[in-house]
């Protein structure tokens, strides 16, 4: 819209600019005709400046006489036809009406060809003067109708900018300028497809998951039944790989399981209840505590402190036991694991440090994805683990991160979580 009253103004300026000239010429060309007629009449005589008329304008009256006489420029003069002409006085330009009376003489009323075009030229100003003081204050006031028409849309803007990435609802129409009405049902319209297809997802990774269940229970009682009967080596080898694959078809449904609880769960973590995340992490280390010492890892407190977060009480356990499942799973036999819970400002933290082989740098940026695993995977994970325990993270409203551990002689991964501390 700049563009256009630009060059609206420009194109409408030049040809207001050229009438205005040119009625300039026009109006100081009948001034000289009247003169004339004047002088004709017997008004004036003789050749002076006519100052009387316009001081500024530079109109004198020539005596030409009954024949050619004076200077080559006055006999010149002589020799035209009446009317309007162009000539020259002095070695400069003018404007001139020649005119004969009833006795024969002849008389010229001139006018310099550069006061003409002064005049003219500072009238053509004076009249597009108003169209450049207009150009400006229009395009500041498209500016601020602009700004104030679209102010409601820079505020949809922040509201989706601002939103999760699973809150799908429909954005207002409200305080919206009628032409984007349609844009914003579109979007609505979008919204809610986008919502549909993620709740069939969803349910058919619940309804997938559980109706899964019941078979692996099934094939899992079966295979532990096999114990009681004497097989063969090669048997025996080909069911320990079969129980291996079993667990880890559980575990996969487990997680997704849990994912789809996750997703099912109300996002608005101000309406959530106030959790000790302290006492969650003694539960989940209890629970864990007879498997850690099995592999011969030391699992326990580094340091706790009482952490009041607002979460839902499956969610913030299902996190904190998938942290540690994952560091006991890469954690080697005589490894240790360290819990620290403490308090930072207006955030509780949450950091597990392992001994394990820490992650690659070319991994590390990865491991929050979901289904992967690395090039160095270990037991029956289906890398949901730590992307579920990302995606409650954000959910609650917090951050993780995972780095690796380089203090001298110690490798090991360490994951940090940063949760809102609730107000008690």
Known sequence: ??????????????????????????????????????????????????????EDSEVWLMELGKAPQGTSEERLLWRLQDGMRDATRKGKPVRVV?????????????????????????????TVLPILALIPCLMLVIAFVIARSLRP?????????????DDMTALPLRDLPSELNPFVSSINGLLQRMHETMEQQRRFIADAAHELRTPLTALSLQAENLDQVELPPAASERLAVLRQGIRRSKHLLEQLLALARHDAAPS?????????????????????????????????????????????PVMLAAMIRNLIDNALRFTPEGGKIDVAIYQDGATGVLRIDDTGPGVSSEEIGRIFEPFFRGQRPEGDGAGLGLSIVKRIVDRLGGSIEAVNITETGRTGLRVVVRLPAAAT
């Open 98 to 126: 020649l005119r004969t009376r009833s006795d024969g003489s002849r008389f010229a009323v001139a006018q310099s060809a550069g006061v003409r075009d002064e005049i003219a030229g500072d009238m053509a100003f004076r």
């Open 268 to 312: 608005d973590c101000a309406q959530s209840e106030i959790v000790e995340l302290d006492r969650a992490a003694r539960r989940i280390i209890a629970n864990l505590l007879g498997e850690a010492i099995n592999r011969g890892v030391d699992l326990g407190f580094e340091r706790v402190e009482s952490i009041p977060v607002r979460g839902e």
């Open 153 to 165: 849309m820079v505020r949809l803007a922040d509201e989706l900018d601002a939103r999760r990435a």
């Open 1 to 54: 819209m700049t563009t256009v009253v630009l060059l609206t103004g420009l194109i409408g300026g030049v040809f207001a600019h050229r009438w205005a000239f040119d009625e300039a010429i026009e109006t100081q060309d009948s001034v000289l005709i009247q003169i004339a007629g004047l002088v004709q009449n017997g008004g004036f005589a003789g050749t002076q400046d006519l100052h009387g008329v316009d």
